[in-house]
C-alpha cells in the first residue's frame, strides 16, 4: 500500500465528500463510516462528517492511520436538528442544507439516519442544491416503513402500515406514520432518476431490488478494516494481556448489544450452556457478562485493543439471525480465526463455508455446538481455515480494497459478469466416434478454434496432478463452459479440487468477466471436502468458493443462488442421477448448461453406475437437450 502522502486525487475522484449520519462513529455503521472516512482521505478526497449527535467520539478515536490534518474536514454536530418533534419537516431540512452549505461538497454520502429521524425528502434537496447524494445501505432500514431487519415480516414488499409487528420497537415510529414512510421511500429511490445506492453487501443489494425493482442499479462496496492492525498475533500473549484463561479452547462472540433479539441471544445461551465445560466463551459488547458462562470484555472502539482480543481466540462465533454484512466476523477473519456463524444476510459473503469457516443453519443453536465440535477435533480444517480466513480477508476486505471499490465506483466501472450465456453448438451422439475421442474437443459456444487462449490448451496437463479423473476431453469443456457460463458455479461432487480449479481458472480468463466467479462445490463424503480445502487453498481460488457437506436437495434448502453452469459428478447410480437431475430441472433457469460426467463409462452397459441411462430418460421427459459429448461426459441443457 503507498504511504497517505503519496496518493494524489485523480481527475475521476469527487474533490471533496461529506458523509452525513445521525450518531456519527457510534456503534456497528458508525464505526464503518469511520473507515469510510479513512478511505476518502487516503484516495486524497477532502472529508467531513455532518451529523445529528457525535456523541463526543472523534476520528482519532477510532481511527487507524494518521489522519492527514489538510484532508480532513472534522465532524460538525447538529444536535438540535431532530426531526419528528418541535421542528417541522421543512425546518430540520433547511437548517440541514445550511449545514452542508458551510463544507461546499461535491459528494454526499448518506448513512444511517435512524436515531436522527431526518425526513427523507432532505436527500432530494441536497440534489436540488447541486451535490451528488449517495445512500448507503448498512440495513433494511431504506426500503422499509421503519425498522432496520425485517425479519419475517413481508410488509415490506407490498406496503408497511399500521399493522407494523414492531412498531414500536427502534427505530420507533407512529404506527399513523409508517404507509407514508414506506410510500416516501418509493417516490425517493424508484425508478432511474432515484437516488444513487451503495449496499453494504450483495445480500443487502438484493434485498433492496427486491423492495424497489423499479430502482436504479444498485453496487455493492464491502466494507473493509485495517489489515495491519487486525491480524494474527500471538495468542498465548493476547490470553496473557486480557486475564483469560489457559487451558481450554477460547471461542469469541461479539455484538454491541447482547440483549438484541436479532443478535441471538438465546441462541448463544443454548451453545454456551451446552458447550461451556469444553471451551472458554469470551465476548465484547454491551450486556455480554448476562450470559451465564460467558467472560465478559466491555464495548471497545479502539482497533488495537480490537485485535488484541481477536488474536486470543481460537475461534469466532456468530450468532446474528439479521445481519446485512457483519463488520467483526470480517475482523476475525483478518485475525486469521476461523469463524463459525448462522448463515444470516451477507455473512455467507465473508465466511467461505468449509473453507475460512463453517456456516450453520439460521437460528439452529444444535448445529452451531455440532460445528464448534467438529471444527476444534479436526485439525485438518484448523490447518488451512485460520491462515485462508486472513488471506482471503485480505483479498476481499483490506484497507487497499475497499478504497480501491470506491475508486471503481467514482469513475463510473460496474462490476458485471458474463450474464446467462448457454451453448449454441449441438453435436449429434455418435458412440463410434465419441467413445474413443477422449483428448478432443469441439467447442459448444461459437469460437474460431477449438481453444479459447494457451491456458486452455494444456489445462489438462497443468492440473494433472491435482486428485481427481478426468480425460482431457473432460477438462477442456469444463474450463470453456466456465470461461462462457461461469459466473455462478455448482459442482455437484468435488473429489478432491480439480475441477473446481479447471472451471475457477476459465472463469477467471475471461476478460468480459470484472465480476468474481462464484463456485458451489457438494460432496456427501467429508474427506472429499478436506481435499477439495486444502486444493483451492493451495492453488489460491479458495476465496471464490464454498463448499458443502452433504446432497443436492440438502443444498438447495440452504443456499438461494442462481446457477449459471452445473458439472454433475455426484451419485453415480440411477435413482441418485434422476434425483439430482430432477432438482436441477426445478432448480434451474431454462437454458443452463449443466456437464454430466461419466455419461460414456462403459460402467453403464452393465448397469454397475446407471448415469446415461438417468440422463437419457430426462431428456426423453422433456427436460434437456443433449449438445453433444467431451471425454466421458454428455453436455446438456435444461429446457
Keep these: ?63 487507524t492511520r494518521r489522519i492527514e490534518p ?88 407490498t406496503g408497511c ?18 404507509a407514508g414512510a414506506w410510500q416516501i421511500r418509493r417516490e425517493i429511490f424508484g425508478g432511474p432518476d432515484g437516488i444513487e445506492i451503495v449496499a453494504n453487501s450483495d445480500w443487502s443489494k438484493q434485498m433492496f431490488k427486491t423492495a424497489l425493482p423499479a430502482s436504479r442499479a444498485v453496487e455493492t462496496i464491502h466494507l473493509g478494516a485495517d489489515e495491519f492492525i487486525f491480524k494474527p498475533g500471538d495468542k498465548h500473549a493476547a490470553r496473557k494481556l486480557l486475564g483469560l484463561p489457559e487451558g481450554k479452547p477460547i471461542v469469541l462472540c461479539a455484538a454491541v448489544n447482547f440483549r438484541e433479539n436479532r443478535k441471538g441471544g438465546q441462541h448463544l445461551r443454548d451453545i454456551v450452556a ?45 450468532t446474528a439471525t439479521e445481519e446485512a454484512f457483519g463488520q467483526t466476523i470480517m475482523e476475525a477473519q483478518l485475525c486469521g480465526v476461523a469463524v463459525i456463524a448462522f448463515q444470516a444476510g451477507g455473512v455467507e459473503e465473508i465466511v467461505r463455508n468449509e473453507i475460512t469457516g463453517k456456516l450453520v443453519r439460521n437460528g439452529d443453536a444444535a448445529e452451531a455446538i455440532a460445528a464448534i465440535r467438529a471444527a476444534l477435533s479436526d485439525p485438518r480444517f484448523f490447518a488451512v481455515a485460520g491462515p485462508w ?29 458474463t450474464g446467462f450465456n448457454p451453448p449454441a453448438l449441438a453435436y449429434a451422439l455418435d458412440e463410434r466416434i465419441d467413445i474413443p475421442s477422449t483428448t478432443t474437443h469441439r467447442p459448444s459456444w461459437p ?38 457460463a461461469g459466473d455462478v458455479i455448482l459442482e455437484i461432487g ?36 478436506t481435499r477439495t480445502r486444502q486444493i483451492l487453498a493451495g492453488e489460491m481460488l479458495g476465496h471464490y468458493c464454498h463448499l458443502f457437506h452433504g446432497n443436492l436437495q ?47 463409462n462403459h460402467d453403464n452397459d452393465t448397469d454397475s453406475i446407471g448415469v446415461k441411462r438417468a440422463a437419457q430418460d430426462w431428456e426423453k421427459a422433456g427436460h434437456g437437450r443433449f449438445m453433444g459429448c467431451a471425454g466421458c461426459c454428455a453436455l446438456y441443457v435444461t429446457l
Excluded at 480501491?404 to 467514482?410: D, G, N
Excluded at 474450463?479 to 462462457?484: D, K, T
Excluded at 465480476?515 to 458451489?520: E, I, L
Excluded at 435413482?575 to 434451474?588: F, M, P, R, W
Aim: charged letters at 20%.
Design 1 to 63: 500500500m503507498k504511504p497517505l502522502n503519496s496518493r494524489l486525487l485523480t481527475a475521476d475522484l469527487p474533490r471533496r465528500v461529506l458523509f452525513l449520519n445521525d450518531v456519527s462513529f457510534q456503534y456497528g455503521a458508525g464505526v464503518a463510516q469511520a473507515r469510510q472516512v479513512e478511505g476518502m482521505i487516503a484516495l486524497g478526497i477532502e472529508t467531513g462528517v455532518l451529523a445529528w449527535s457525535p456523541g463526543g467520539i472523534e476520528l482519532g478515536h477510532v481511527a
Design 70 to 157: 489538510d484532508l480532513w474536514l472534522g465532524v460538525r454536530e447538529v444536535n438540535h436538528l431532530e426531526g419528528g418533534k418541535s421542528l417541522s419537516d421543512d425546518a430540520v431540512i433547511a437548517g440541514i442544507l445550511m449545514e452542508v452549505a458551510r463544507f461546499d461538497p461535491t459528494v454526499v454520502i448518506v448513512g444511517n439516519l435512524h436515531a436522527a429521524r431526518w425526513p427523507f425528502r432532505l436527500l432530494t434537496a441536497l440534489r436540488d442544491i447541486g451535490c451528488r447524494v449517495i445512500a448507503f445501505l448498512h440495513d433494511a432500514y431504506l426500503f422499509t416503513g421503519r425498522c432496520a431487519y425485517p425479519g419475517n415480516c413481508q410488509l415490506y414488499l
Design 161 to 178: 402500515n399500521e399493522t407494523c409487528p414492531t412498531a414500536t420497537e427502534y427505530p420507533a415510529l407512529d404506527p399513523s406514520l409508517i
Design 274 to 318: 451446552a458447550l461451556r465445560d469444553e471451551v472458554t466463551f469470551a465476548a465484547f459488547g454491551h450486556n455480554a457478562q448476562e450470559i451465564p458462562g460467558m467472560i465478559g470484555m466491555g464495548y471497545h472502539l479502539a482497533a488495537d485493543k480490537l485485535a488484541l482480543i481477536y488474536q486470543a481466540a481460537d475461534l469466532f462465533l456468530g
Design 389 to 417: 480466513a486472513r488471506q482471503y480477508a485480505v483479498a476481499r476486505f483490506s484497507n487497499w480494497a475497499h478504497e480501491h471499490r470506491w475508486h471503481v465506483f467514482f469513475n463510473g466501472q460496474r462490476q458485471a459478469g
Design 447 to 484: 469460437a474460431e478454434g477449438p481453444f479459447i487462449n494457451e491456458e486452455h490448451a494444456k489445462i489438462f496437463e497443468t492440473t494433472a496432478a491435482l486428485p481427481g479423473w478426468q480425460t482431457p476431453g473432460d477438462s477442456f469443456k469444463l474450463y470453456e463452459m466456465a470461461y462462457h
Design 494 to 529: 468435488t473429489f478432491g479440487g480439480r475441477s473446481a480449479t479447471v472451471e475457477l481458472r476459465g472463469a477467471l480468463a475471461n476478460p468480459a468477466r470484472t465480476q468474481a466467479p462464484k463456485f458451489y462445490g457438494i460432496d456427501i463424503v467429508d474427506d472429499a471436502i
Design 554 to 600: 440438502a443444498f438447495v434448502k440452504r443456499w438461494s443462488i442462481t446457477p449459471t453452469m452445473v458439472f454433475l459428478d455426484g451419485d453415480h447410480t440411477f435413482d441418485g442421477v434422476a434425483a439430482d437431475l430432477k432438482t436441477l430441472s426445478s432448480y434451474l433457469k431454462p437454458g443452463t448448461p449443466i456437464l454430466v460426467h461419466d455419461f460414456l
